[in-house]
C-alpha cells in the first residue's frame, strides 16, 4: 500500500448495488473501505450496521475501516470484529472509558482509531495515543456526506502529525469530510495520509461512464503527487 490510501465512504454508494459498487471502487484503484455507521443517537442519522459489514467481507481482501458513530461504543465492537472489520475507531465522547475501549478492540483482534469531531479537543490522545493504530479527524460535523471541508482541520491535522511523528510509531492520520480533487494535496501537506473520500467518488460522473471512479480517484492520486 503506498504512503496515501484512499478511503471511499460506501455512505455515499449506491445501496442498490452496494456489493458491485464496492468491488468496482476498489477496482477503481482505492485501498479501503470506508464503513460509516450511524445510530440515530450519538449522531442525527441511521445507517448500516454489522450484517452488511459481514455481507461486504467475502468480496474483498482490501481493509474495511468501520468508523462507529454510537453511543454507548463497546457493546457493538465485538459485532463489527465478528462481521470482519479490521480497524474500528470511534469518538470518546462516546466511551466511558477510552483506555477500556481501545483494549476491546484490540482484544477482538482489530485495529484501533480515535475520532476527532471539528469541536472535540485534541487533549484525549494525551495519555493513549501510543496504543492507537489510527486518528481520523473529521473536517465536517459527522451525520450526514456531502457536507463542505472546515478549514480548521488542517490545524488539527497538522498538530497530530507533529504528535504522531514525536512517538516513532506507524500511526496513520485520517481524514473524513468535503475532501475532493481540488483540496486533497492540501489536506495531505497537513500530514494526512488517509483520506475519506464519499460523495467525491461516489458522486463522480455519470452512472454511465464505467471509468468514473478510476477517473476520479486517478486524479486524487496526481494531486497527492504533489504534496
Known amino acids: 500500500m503506498s504512503k496515501f490510501k484512499i478511503a471511499p465512504s460506501i455512505l455515499s454508494a449506491n445501496f442498490a448495488k452496494l456489493g458491485q459498487e464496492i468491488t468496482d471502487v476498489l477496482a477503481s484503484g482505492a485501498d479501503i473501505i470506508h464503513f460509516d455507521v450511524m445510530d440515530n443517537h450519538y449522531v442525527p442519522n441511521l445507517t448500516i450496521g454489522p450484517l452488511v459489514c459481514e455481507a461486504i467481507r467475502p468480496l474483498t481482501d482490501a481493509m474495511i475501516d468501520v ?65 492507537l493504530d489510527m486518528v481520523l479527524i473529521m473536517s465536517v460535523n459527522p451525520g450526514f456526506g456531502g457536507q463542505s471541508f472546515i478549514p480548521e482541520a488542517l490545524n488539527k491535522l497538522r498538530t497530530v502529525r507533529k504528535m504522531i511523528d514525536a512517538t516513532g510509531k506507524d500511526i496513520w492520520l485520517e481524514v473524513d469530510g468535503g475532501v475532493k480533487v481540488n483540496n486533497i494535496a492540501e489536506i495531505a501537506r497537513a500530514g494526512a495520509d488517509t483520506f475519506v473520500a464519499g460523495s467525491a467518488v461516489y458522486g463522480a460522473g455519470k452512472d454511465s461512464d464505467p471509468h468514473r471512479y478510476e477517473t476520479v480517484i486517478a486524479a486524487m492520486r496526481a494531486e497527492l503527487a504533489k504534496a
Not at 100 to 121: D, H, Q, S, Y
Open 67 to 131: 468508523h462507529l458513530m454510537v453511543k454507548p461504543v463497546d457493546r457493538i465492537i465485538p459485532d463489527f470484529a465478528k462481521a470482519g472489520a479490521n480497524m474500528i475507531t470511534f469518538h470518546p465522547e462516546a466511551s466511558e472509558h477510552i483506555d477500556r475501549t481501545i483494549g476491546l478492540i484490540k482484544e477482538c483482534g482489530c485495529k484501533a482509531g480515535m475520532v476527532f469531531n471539528p469541536g472535540t479537543p485534541l487533549n484525549y490522545l494525551d495519555h493513549v495515543l501510543e496504543k
